[in-house]
């Protein structure tokens, strides 16, 4: 019974962690682009004084 539940852990650890870390991306990339765009903006800013 114990080797039943271990399994069932195992294969939803390796079925989670794969799903959540595309999910995990997909949701930070634009917030990664944008914090991009505004430091390119700022250097952009700085270099022209």
Do not use: H, Y
Not at 8 to 18: A, E, N, Q, S, T
Request: hydrophobic share 60%; aromatic share 2%; charged share 20%.
């Amino acid at each position: 019974m114990d080797e039943d539940i271990l399994a069932v852990l195992i294969i939803g650890i390796l079925l989670f962690i794969p799903i959540a870390g595309v999910t995990i991306r997909l949701a930070l990339k634009p917030v990664v682009e944008s914090v991009a765009r505004l430091m390119e903006a700022k250097a952009g800013t700085a270099s022209n004084e």
